[in-house]
């Protein structure tokens, strides 16, 4: 048996202005740290044996992982669709919306859908690709929402959406 596996199937392309930013400014600090690193690499490289060398082992690991996250992310910004415009139905959950949720218990929870790239920035971002946010989309405010997780079935009442970026 092989230790190959299909690759994995990229998330949606869309991204907010705020996380598209934020990935840019992740690009430009690889770019500035890689520069650090490779001197302190070309130092360690210059003290001799380099099989012994835990300064250049290290150094080393560190470059591969900064150069394989600069190649993902360059792949990736230029296929990103950047989603700036407020929906003309702001009662219905559509891409970028912040979401307050009433579970079976009336708890709230609040939750912003965003890219599979960015939800990760935030505890209370959901990815669009994500179960929770698929059962969302296009529901308008008071709408029932029944969502399949792995423990279950939960149920939601959506009580407020807002595109409002300041919340």
Do not use: C
Not at 62 to 70: A, F, M, N
Not at 94 to 123: M, S
């Amino acid at each position: 048996m092989g230790r190959w596996r299909p690759p994995r199937e990229t998330g949606s392309k869309y991204i907010t202005p705020e996380g598209y930013a934020r990935l840019e400014a992740e690009l430009k600090a690889l770019w500035a740290r890689r520069h650090g690193v490779v001197s302190a690499l070309s130092a360690a490289a210059a003290e001799g044996d380099r099989s012994e060398n835990a300064e250049y082992i290290y150094r080393k690991k560190e470059l591969r992982g900064i150069d394989g996250r600069i190649r993902y992310l360059q792949k990736r910004l230029p296929d990103l669709q950047v989603v700036d415009s407020v929906p003309s139905h702001q009662q219905r959950v559509f891409f970028g919306a912040w979401v307050t949720l009433e579970d079976e218990a009336g708890e709230e929870h609040q939750y912003r859908i965003v890219g599979p790239d960015e939800f990760d920035a935030d505890p209370r971002y959901v990815s669009v690709d994500a179960p929770v946010a698929r059962a969302l989309l296009g529901k308008a405010l008071d709408d029932e929402v029944t969502v399949r997780l792995p423990e279950g079935e939960a149920t939601y009442w959506i009580v407020a959406v807002s595109y409002d970026r300041s919340i």
